[in-house]
């Protein structure tokens, strides 16, 4: 193989590159089909000059072709567990938002609760404050009221003394 053969493949795949338009970067089934057809051509040439050489670098060749289907397969699995990982985060993200959605409304609910008892609490404070103050009354006004009874009998009872005395 000469110098002028390896230039030429290399323009060869250059040119055939930019014509078909692989990407320089990342995955390409373009870039790799024609960097797969150069390498099976550079085999095929140093094999009409060396057979043991052709036929190792045919052994190395698929050795990289199995090695990168491996690494291939990997990528696809752990693509496809980041997709089924991301949609299960997805399905308890908004199983959380519908059960947080459920538990303000029901801290709401319970808020009004909370007012409409502190409401009624207030009313019956009041209630039991006017009630408390009327029994007060009226049991202030019994008191002056047996105590003037008190007064009347103890006085009938001196007038009545003090007319058995004399």
Request: charged share 40%; glycine share 4%; hydrophobic share 35%.
């Amino acid at each position: 193989m000469a110098k002028a053969d390896v230039v030429s493949l290399q323009e060869n795949l250059d040119r055939r590159l930019q014509t078909e338009q692989a990407r320089e970067t990342g995955i390409c089934p373009i870039r790799e089909k024609l960097y797969n057809e150069c390498f099976d051509e550079l085999i095929r040439q140093i094999t009409l000059n060396c057979l043991e050489r052709g036929i190792l670098l045919t052994r190395i060749k698929k050795e990289l072709f199995m090695t990168v289907n491996s690494y291939q397969s990997l990528y696809e699995s752990s693509i496809a567990y980041g997709i089924r990982t991301l949609l299960l985060a997805e399905e308890e993200k908004k199983l959380l938002n519908d059960e947080i959605s459920k538990i303000e409304s029901e801290c709401e609910d319970l808020e009004k609760q909370i007012e409409d008892i502190d409401f009624q609490l207030k009313e019956h404070k009041e209630v039991d404050d006017k009630n408390r103050e009327a029994q007060k009354l009226k049991h202030l006004e019994e008191i002056a009221e047996n105590r003037n009874k008190g007064k009347l009998i103890k006085d009938k009872l001196r007038d009545k003394l003090t007319f058995i005395g004399k």
